[in-house]
């Protein structure tokens, strides 16, 4: 008995069943994820720009731009004539653990302001 010829496969049918039987990412999939990434991205800088302190958008009117991280913990503490804790800081700047600490750093060590005692801050 003679074998039967049945149709040929192209070489394109065997790359498509290659594709998809073994999950390999087309060009069209990696649009759609780029697409998605673009979207989380434009949803993430609105949710940040939502989401800052107030004290991070205060203008000054001698400087003419926007107040620093300096600035703002600089003139918390020189407002407090008793000093001021960590924690004051924190509550009224609305800045993390480590930008504070860095910042409380960066005023010691320019002389700006002294440490009273653990954890208390004077203008110096």
Avoid at 37 to 64: F, H, P, Q, V, W
């Amino acid at each position: 008995m003679t074998r039967k010829k049945g149709k040929s496969i192209s070489f394109d049918a065997m790359v498509k069943f290659f594709i998809q039987n073994y999950n390999i990412p087309t060009k069209k999939d990696f649009d759609k994820l780029q697409a998605r990434l673009d979207r989380i991205e434009k949803l993430l800088r609105l949710e940040s720009s939502r989401s800052r302190s107030s004290a991070t958008r205060l203008k000054t009117a001698d400087k003419g731009g926007a107040v620093t991280a300096l600035d703002t913990v600089f003139d918390v503490i020189k407002r407090s004539r008793n000093g001021s804790s960590f924690n004051d800081i924190q509550m009224k700047t609305g800045f993390g653990d480590k930008k504070i600490r860095n910042v409380i750093f960066r005023l010691n060590k320019t002389g700006k302001i002294k440490r009273k005692s653990r954890g208390i801050y004077i203008a110096a």
